[in-house]
Nanobody, 117 residues
């Protein structure tokens, strides 16, 4: 599975943006799809994940502002980001994980989101 992230760019504080992560193969076999981010000088952190059963998880700092979703028919995962803050500025990476004997852990190339104040 290859992952292609898109949708980053420059956004004003308070604005919205949607990231997309298109997979070259089926994502329906993935146990978990997620978005992570890495701000300058900081470690990569989990932003949001969604399981094959549509269970979602968010880091506290984005709860109520970001929404992760998936479209298995399009092999795409989305991250809708609202009420953006300058501290959301980071490179955002999508991830696909499968657990068990045929496990995998794939990463996309990252897309930069810059939130201006």
């Amino acid at each position: 599975v290859q992952l292609q992230a898109s949708g980053g760019g420059l956004v004003q504080a308070g604005g919205s943006s949607r990231l997309s992560c298109a997979a070259s193969g089926s994502i329906s076999s993935s146990n978990e799809m997620g978005w992570y981010r890495q701000a300058p000088g900081k470690q990569r952190e989990l932003v949001a994940t969604i399981t094959s059963g549509w269970r979602t998880n968010y880091v506290d700092s984005v709860k109520g502002r970001f929404t992760i979703s998936r479209d298995d028919a399009k092999n795409t995962v989305y991250l809708q980001m609202n009420s953006l803050k300058p501290e959301d500025t980071a490179v955002y990476y999508c991830n696909a994980k499968k657990y068990g004997p045929a496990r995998y852990d794939y990463w996309g190339q990252g897309t930069l989101v810059t939130v201006s104040s």
